[in-house]
């Protein structure tokens, strides 16, 4: 008989802890609860399957060579603990640490690479700018020549950097929770949430309601219309971003390979397809469908490092919905507002390679009360303050 | 598919030609509160919905205008001069 990654199972009146989003956020917040902390009574909710989100929806690339002093050790020890995944939940999720180029094609954007390489060797991260010869000599297949309209300076070079299976992520925590008795109930739509006295009491669902001990808002995109259910404001805004895979060819890159100056980045994967990333769309929505503007812009910056793979078919092409910060840098911690609703939302275009990381943190504040140093600067309360972290490395975005 | 936003000036055209400008709101007056100006600055809807934002059509006639739009669908419902 099959082994069942995960049990469905029937809605309980009352949980310690109650998530809602299943996504990688929620999933690696519920394992550390769980593994770390000993606590038992965690439902995660989902409105749609486990990883319909962003989870499924990014292109997996994981790196650590962001900008600030408060970015580079959140996202180191992210990686690391992806470094470890495959141990820690016996379960293998693909992780290809094949190395990661960011270029640069203009005179400031060359100066962003070079701070981000001191930052990172300062902070014990692995990277350094290299020029066009040793860019060719890692990438044979891209065009370095001045005949580029943007020609290509230099890269920043991140050894550590690389893609896994994001989906593998998602069903290893999934798994590793379900052993811990950790209930996971997709298809479970919170539609609001009764809260007296400044306490977050009761979720409702499309399945019942639930009493929660704890409340933890991770729903990425949707974030504001769930802290709106508790009155809690976001400095928020969602806007979708699109990605699209080609068809498949014979293996000739093996870096991830990305462009803030031409808003795209590249990689190949095992199966030879290209996935390719674009920048946020310009304009605020919810929607997730992709549209044809975007899917130009891809692919003429895409024929702009690799002329060779004009022709080449396009097989799908998709969305996601982000939640953009005013600083490019995450909401995690206790709302104000509500004294038992936590959150770790705006995440924007750099949730991903957070997720193990944040759910470690996430799960040690609800469980300890104690913010820990890792995500002090990354507090719902640093906007009123007026102490903006400005994380200019995302991805995603223009510099 | 992308969407049609109607301008004002120069009807139906493509989103792409616009610049967002964001969610309608009420900018606070000089001497009002730090709280007015912290909840304008940065306190969003965020709406999944219909809302009244603001565009800018920038490879056109360079008029700002107002639009209500299903942020869901992208459905835009109105466009018009704001008074």
Redesign the interface.
């Given at each position: 008989m099959t082994e069942r990654m995960w049990r469905p199972r029937s809605l309980q009146s009352s949980y310690d802890v109650v998530i809602i989003g299943a996504g990688i956020h929620g999933l690696a917040t519920a394992y550390y609860l769980g593994k770390r902390h000993g606590v038992k009574k965690i439902a995660l909710l989902d409105k749609g399957y486990l990883g319909s989100g962003n989870s499924g929806r990014n292109t997996a690339i994981l790196r650590s060579n962001y900008r600030t002093p408060e970015g580079i050790p959140f996202y180191d020890a992210s990686v690391k603990l992806y470094e470890q995944m495959s141990q820690e939940l016996g379960w293998n999720v693909l992780f290809s640490q094949c190395g990661h180029l960011t270029l640069a094609h203009t005179d400031s954007s060359l100066i962003g690479l070079r701070v981000r390489a001191e930052n990172n060797q300062v902070l014990g991260v692995d990277s350094k700018l290299i020029f066009p010869d040793e860019i060719k000599r890692m990438v044979p297949a891209i065009d370095i020549s001045s005949r580029a309209r943007f020609p290509i300076m230099a890269a920043l070079y991140h050894p550590p950097g690389g893609v896994i299976r994001h989906d593998a992520v998602v069903w290893g925590y999934a798994r590793a929770c379900d052993r811990m008795d950790i209930e996971i109930h997709p298809y479970t739509e919170v539609t609001g949430i009764r809260v007296e006295k400044g306490r977050a009491l009761c979720v409702a669902t499309t399945r019942g309601n639930v009493a929660a001990g704890a409340v933890l808002n991770v729903t990425a995109g949707w974030a504001s219309t769930i802290s709106k259910m508790a009155g809690v404001p976001l400095p928020i805004v969602s806007h979708q971003l699109q990605a699209c895979v080609t068809e498949p060819l014979k293996p000739f890159l093996d870096k991830v390979i990305v462009s803030a100056t031409l808003h795209v980045y590249v990689n190949q994967t095992d199966k030879g397809e290209l996935v390719l990333g674009a920048e946020i769309d310009p304009y605020q929505s919810y929607s997730m469908r992709s549209t044809l503007p975007t899917l130009e812009q891809i692919a003429g910056h895409t024929l702009d490092l690799f002329p060779q793979l004009h022709g080449l078919r396009v097989l799908r092409q998709w969305a996601g919905v982000c939640d953009m910060t005013p600083d490019y840098a995450p909401i995690i911690g206790r709302a104000e507002e509500v004294e038992n609703f936590y959150m770790d939302v705006g995440w924007g275009t750099y949730g991903f390679k957070a997720g193990p990381i944040a759910g470690q943190c996430t799960a040690e504040l609800i469980a300890t009360g104690k913010t820990p140093a890792l995500i002090q600067a990354f507090s719902p309360g640093r906007f009123r303050a007026g102490r903006l972290v400005g994380e200019k490395a995302a991805a995603a975005v223009s510099s | 598919?992308?969407f049609l936003l109607a301008c004002p000036e120069c009807g139906e055209r493509?989103?792409?030609e616009?610049?967002?400008g964001?969610?309608v709101k009420s900018r606070p007056q000089q001497g009002d509160s730090e709280e007015a100006w912290?909840?304008y600055i940065?306190?969003?809807?965020?709406e999944?919905g219909e809302?009244e934002?603001w565009w800018f059509h920038r490879n056109g006639c360079r008029k700002w205008f107002q639009a209500l739009r299903d942020?869901?669908?992208?459905t835009v419902i109105a466009t018009w001069y704001p008074e």
């Open positions: - | 598919m992308s493509s989103a792409y616009f610049r967002f964001g969610e912290f909840q940065y306190t969003k809807t965020n999944a809302q934002e942020t869901r669908t992208n």
